[in-house]
């Protein structure tokens, strides 16, 4: 029989993803965490929208956040990373629970 360990993300009680590496596990969780951030920023806004595009922009931006300091520090276009990784990605599972939001 194989040990297999898996590094659970889980925020407000409810599991997001599953990872075989810790390093990752703890990049996807800060990336949460700049969402939530983004989110407050963005409830303040000057512009019309709804608690799910708060929630989706948010997530966008925190995922693609080096492109957008790049354009923000004056960068003509972001700058796109491809993924250095050679291996099948080590996610395993992402769980999606529209009651997450909801539980904050």
Request: charged share 35%; net charge negative; no cysteine.
């Amino acid at each position: 029989m194989a040990v297999v360990v898996k590094y659970v993300v889980e925020r407000n009680g409810v599991e997001r993803m599953t990872f075989t590496t810790k390093k990752e596990a703890d990049a996807y969780d800060k990336m949460l965490d700049i969402a939530e951030s983004l989110e407050v920023m963005l409830e303040k806004v000057d512009v019309p929208l709804s608690e799910q595009q708060i929630e989706s922009l948010a997530l966008e931006i925190a995922k693609n956040k080096d492109g957008f300091i790049n354009v923000l520090k004056g960068a003509k276009e972001p700058v796109s990373k491809a993924p250095a990784k050679t291996k099948k990605d080590t996610a395993i599972t992402e769980t999606k629970n529209p009651e997450d939001k909801a539980a904050s």
